[in-house]
């Protein structure tokens, strides 16, 4: 079975703070795929982005980036120079590449940028 | 926006009642996917159809069933219902079964009194 944990239920920094959201995995399968979702309070689901098991180079898109370590099952978001925009739920997700390809989430952390 | 429509936005309706939520996926989506959002479960995998066949089932309950359409929109009943069902149904779809990544509607929000 898979499972993620986002240890952070929540989260508050000031503008222009630096912030890392924690996901840890679990997963016997070899082959898998991490994502990161954004729920602002809209409502809707956000894709921000997408690993495989296989690549492990960490990823910078702007402010976000993402550090993926396969030996501590670990997939980490950080925000840079935050902003008010920021503030929503984020969610982490496993899939499996064999069999049924649904999403497993974590728990969510809810992150507040403070003017 | 992701290309996936859902309607209605909100549901208000009463404990032993009947609904159906709709789905249309991104234009070109063979696959679709039913999630529930609730406080205490948190996001949570319901069902999976691709291409018109069921490919996968999750924590749904035997009160809530989904198909999906030649057209490849797709429609989850939820019946009988009760207080604990009240919460935000999301459809999803992808391009294809693999994990490709996918694409979220905008939810319904279902209430029940």
């Known amino acids: 079975a898979q499972k993620v944990t986002q240890a952070q239920t929540e989260i508050s920094v000031v503008e222009k703070e630096d912030v890392t959201l924690d996901c840890v995995y679990e997963t016997r399968d070899t082959t898998y795929y991490l994502f990161w979702y954004k729920q602002p309070p809209s409502g809707e689901l956000v894709f921000l982005i997408r690993r495989n098991s296989f690549d492990e180079q960490n990823e910078i898109s702007g402010r976000y980036s993402w550090n993926f370590q396969k030996s501590t099952s670990s997939f980490n978001f950080t925000i840079t120079a935050s902003q008010v925009v920021d503030s929503a739920v984020y969610f982490c997700?496993?899939?499996?590449?064999?069999?049924?390809?649904?999403?497993?989430f974590g728990q969510g952390t809810r992150l507040t940028i403070n003017p | 926006d992701s290309g996936v429509t859902q309607t209605p936005k909100h549901l208000i309706t009463a404990t032993g009642q009947r609904v159906t939520l709709r789905c249309s996926p991104r234009s070109g989506d063979l696959s679709v996917y039913w999630y529930q959002q609730s406080l205490d479960q948190g996001l949570q995998f319901l069902i999976q159809?691709?291409?018109?066949?069921?490919?996968a089932k999750g924590n749904i309950l035997e009160r809530f069933s989904a198909q999906q359409f030649p057209d490849l929109h797709s429609e989850l009943n939820l019946s009988s219902l009760e207080l604990g069902d009240s919460a935000l149904y999301f459809c999803a779809s992808s391009a294809r079964t693999g994990s490709n990544e996918q694409f979220f509607g905008p939810g319904t929000r279902l209430t029940v009194l």
């Open positions: 159809y691709y291409n018109g066949e069921e490919r």
């Open positions: 997700a496993l899939s499996v590449f064999q069999g049924a390809q649904k999403l497993v």
